[in-house]
């Protein structure tokens, strides 16, 4: 049982790149979400989904999308990286509470 | 809408010693708080959590407490040892944040240190 896998854990991006930021759950979780935690803050949710098909915005959604195609994976996309979205991105799962009780390790991303 | 403080950012104790985490939050519909462990690499750890219905809760060497009038609730860990040494956040859960359940509101983060 691997729980919340987060793929890759460590990126380098040049201002204006995209890239995709992967999330994978085998716990057959409902609620997945992703956060972002910068020097000296908690985190703040940027999107979460309820359910395959279903997604939603958080607190800082700006600059990313998400989809949810099946239950296991809830990628997140960056569409033209700034170097304000230099940070360690969290996914997370739960099953019956839609709050986050399992989290993956994160990947920690650099934007030059 | 929600703001959750926490305090001390920082917090060095002796092994052995107790460990007091205090959060306070700004939205009195908020109903759930948790707490979460990060050790240094690692993702958020869920430790604990409380209701708004309940005072006090226990799991062997951590509590929480919630005072509801006052819109604050504390982590307890007694008997601390070296691997508690983490960063600790609390979260509150604001029922009405843009409409939609399921999202928490996070602290900034105690960073404990246990000294052998």
């Known amino acids: 049982n691997a729980g919340v896998t987060q793929t890759p854990k460590f990126q380098v991006l040049k201002t204006g790149q995209s890239m995709t930021l992967q999330c994978a759950q085998d716990?057959?979780?409902?609620?997945m979400s992703w956060y972002r935690q910068d020097p000296g803050m908690g985190l703040r949710l940027i999107h979460y989904?309820?359910?395959?098909?279903?997604?939603d915005q958080g607190e800082v959604p700006n600059g990313y999308n998400v989809s949810r195609s099946t239950t296991e994976d809830f990628p997140l996309r960056l569409l033209s990286a700034a170097p304000s979205q230099t940070s360690v991105y969290f996914c997370?799962?739960?099953?019956?509470?839609?709050?986050?009780?399992?989290f993956g390790d994160g990947t920690r991303l650099s934007i030059l | 809408g929600e703001n959750v403080e926490q305090h001390p950012s920082t917090l060095s104790v002796q092994e052995g010693d107790s460990a007091v985490i205090k959060c306070t939050y700004s939205d009195s519909a908020s109903n759930y708080f948790p707490w979460y462990k990060q050790e240094l690499g690692k993702g958020p750890q869920l430790i604990i959590d409380i209701r708004s219905n309940v005072g006090e809760k226990k799991d062997q060497r951590i509590a929480v407490t919630l005072n509801k009038t006052a819109k604050h609730f504390s982590l307890h860990i007694t008997e601390t040892q070296p691997e508690d040494s983490a960063v600790y956040f609390c979260?509150?859960?604001?029922?009405?944040?843009?409409?939609?359940?399921?999202?928490?509101?996070f602290g900034k983060g105690t960073k404990l240190s246990v000294k052998p």
């Open positions: 997370a799962s739960s099953d019956s509470e839609r709050l986050p009780q399992h």
């Open positions: 989904s309820v359910g395959a098909g279903i997604t």
């Open positions: 979260a509150a859960n604001p029922m009405n944040y843009g409409g939609s359940q399921g999202n928490l509101i």
């Open positions: 716990m057959n979780h409902e609620y």
